[in-house]
């Protein structure tokens, strides 16, 4: 079982540029979610999904778009990069999408984005 | 909008000595989780609590649950350098989507050897 595999690793755009976050699961997890993580502001929802062909807006949308066309990939794009976006992005996913939240988040190890 | 909030943002201890770190949610969670970070890695799960008033231990570290299901602790006994990270609580949105998790801006601890 690889878990939650995020790609790239790194990447540095130039502001304006478009780019696509990969993020995969083979744990059969229903329930996805992008997260960014900034200096002293924790760890913020982007976009989630509770199954394949449902997304919904986390805190900080903006700028993000998501699609969910199978259970096990989770693509995170950003239209058009901004430095404000730079940041380290999180995937995470879990077995049950209830509000109940019975079983825990697995993390990717995470995509360092720069934006110049 | 739910707010999560843990103090302190930084700690620092000699080994062996405690550490403490608070949560507190401004509404009713019906659950709690915890987090761990090791520097430049991913948040891993360490525990879930979701009765109210739960003590749960896991070796050296024991976590509660508040009565009001609005504030939970995690306290580690005799701090050792494998527990430098941050500490992350987090919990379900109560209103509207519930199928947001509510993360803390977390604890940085860290370990003089």
């Known amino acids: 079982n690889a878990g939650v595999t995020q790609t790239p690793k790194f990447q540095v755009l130039k502001t304006g540029q478009s780019m696509t976050l990969q993020c995969a699961q083979d744990?059969?997890?229903?329930?996805m979610s992008w997260y960014r993580q900034d200096p002293g502001m924790g760890l913020r929802l982007i976009h989630y999904?509770?199954?394949?062909?449902?997304?919904d807006q986390g805190e900080v949308p903006n700028g993000y778009n998501v699609s969910r066309s199978t259970t096990e990939d989770f693509p995170l794009r950003l239209l058009s990069a901004a430095p404000s976006q730079t940041s380290v992005y999180f995937c995470?996913?879990?077995?049950?999408?209830?509000?109940?939240?019975?079983?825990?988040?697995?993390f990717g190890n995470g995509t360092r984005l720069t934006v110049t | 909008g739910q707010q999560v909030m843990q103090i302190p943002q930084y700690q620092h201890v000699q080994e062996g000595e405690d550490f403490t770190t608070y949560c507190n949610s401004s509404?009713?969670?019906?659950?709690i989780q915890w987090y761990k970070q090791r520097p430049g890695g991913h948040p891993v799960f360490l525990i879930q609590?979701?009765?109210?008033?739960e003590v749960k231990k896991q070796k050296r570290l024991t976590f509660q649950f508040g009565e009001a299901k609005k504030n939970s602790s995690l306290h580690i006994t005799a701090t050792q350098t494998t527990d430098v990270g941050t500490y992350f609580c987090?919990?379900?949105?109560?209103?509207?989507?519930?199928?947001?998790?509510?993360f803390g801006k977390g604890t940085l601890l860290t370990v003089n050897p």
């Open positions: 609590l979701v009765k109210s008033g």
């Open positions: 509404t009713t969670l019906s659950n």
């Open positions: 999904s509770v199954g394949a062909g449902i997304t």
């Open positions: 995470a996913s879990s077995y049950s999408p209830t509000p109940a939240w019975n079983s825990p988040l697995h």
């Open positions: 987090a919990g379900p949105n109560s209103g509207g989507s519930n199928y947001k998790l509510t």
């Open positions: 744990m059969n997890h229903e329930y």
